[in-house]
């Protein structure tokens, strides 16, 4: 049975990502070496990562002045790593979900932390808008997608400080102006990589600027300067990465993803919409083209459970809601395809026409 992976994340990746990681890993470039021992600070090695960081700065069309690492961590590190480097006096936060409350949290290890805008009152089921910046902020910290609570920020913003994103989970998917940001980070299992690597874009001109004395390695300026190097990377994740970036350039770049995400995620929301046992659960305008999540009709809530099991039955794998919300998840990052919608879409018509 074919098998459709709509996992929250680690998530599905292009087939042919995975064939050719999967080949470096047994002979690395005819090395005869596993890119799963080489050393990373071997000649054959560096091509990638300058590789993958030339593919994000083309795909993402970023300006001179930026630099892009790869760290580890994933993004909860980078909860702390972002404050410690970037708040002096006074950060702001909007809080969107469990992500950005995590980060909040972090950020007030550093200093003072202000909620400028929350969702918080109608359990993160919208987006903030049109909320007012303080003019005396360090930075504004967002959270771009909610991969928890379905929501999703699929512009940016115009901010009167410094702008900082976490796009773990849509970053890819969209064109984005990076010259409005000063850092944007993510972990990279989503739209760029397997599990295992981070991504951080910083603006060079903003670093270095914490009166604090900071920890070698949570110091940006420490990876900038040895180009991801400092310490041994995480060698597989960052070749996977790479091909994704050939993959998405390859396919037509971010519009192209942009496009094929509108296209997914109204083949689903339509069905929702339409659908006598489902409901969305997020306002309409602020829906996630990344996580789309729904739940059963109150009337129907019984069959829960049920159309779980019809649908795994399907071959549908992942779309059971997070444990903190329950319903659905179908999460349809870049490598998703119209197949695999139509099939979940399929499963959601015919277990109605059974009730």
Not at 132 to 154: A, K
Request: with cysteine; proline share 5%.
């Amino acid at each position: 049975m074919k098998k459709y992976n709509f996992n929250a994340g680690p998530s599905m990746l292009p087939r042919e990502v995975i064939e050719n990681t999967a080949k470096q890993i047994l002979d690395f470039n005819g090395n005869g070496l596993s890119l799963m021992e080489i050393s990373h600070r071997a000649k054959y090695f560096q091509p990638v990562v300058d590789e993958a960081v030339a593919l994000i700065k083309e795909l993402l069309d970023i300006p001179e002045g930026y630099s892009v690492i790869f760290l580890g961590g994933g993004a909860s590190l980078q909860f702390t790593q972002i404050p410690a480097n970037f708040l002096i006096k006074k950060a702001g936060y909007v809080n969107t979900g469990t992500w950005a409350k995590k980060a909040l949290k972090e950020a007030k290890l550093y200093g003072e932390v202000v909620e400028v805008a929350s969702s918080a009152d109608k359990n993160f089921t919208y987006v903030p808008h049109n909320y007012e910046i303080p003019s005396d902020l360090d930075y504004l910290h967002i959270t771009t997608n909610n991969t928890i609570y379905g929501t999703e920020l699929r512009k940016d913003i115009d901010a009167p400080v410094p702008l900082i994103a976490d796009m773990s989970s849509d970053i890819m998917s969209r064109p984005v102006d990076v010259s409005k940001y000063i850092a944007i980070y993510g972990g990279a299992q989503k739209n760029m990589a397997m599990a295992g690597v981070t991504f951080v874009i910083l603006k060079d001109d903003m670093l270095g600027k914490t009166p604090r004395e900071l920890p070698t390695m949570l110091n940006y300026t420490t990876h900038v300067d040895k180009g991801s190097m400092f310490n041994t990377p995480p060698v597989v994740p960052i070749y996977s990465l790479m091909e994704t970036m050939r993959w998405v350039k390859a396919q037509g770049g971010v519009k192209e993803m942009d496009r094929r995400a509108k296209e997914r995620a109204k083949i689903v929301y339509d069905e929702i919409d339409r659908n006598k046992l489902f409901r969305g659960t997020v306002a309409e305008e602020d829906r996630s083209l990344m996580n789309i999540c729904f739940v059963m009709n109150d009337e129907y809530k019984e069959l829960e459970a049920p159309f779980f099991e019809f649908a795994t039955e399907r071959g549908m794998v992942g779309i059971k809601g997070h444990r903190s919300v329950g319903g659905f998840r179908a999460s349809c990052y870049n490598a998703q395809t119209i197949e695999g919608v139509n099939a979940l879409v399929k499963a959601m018509k015919d277990f109605e026409a059974q009730h």
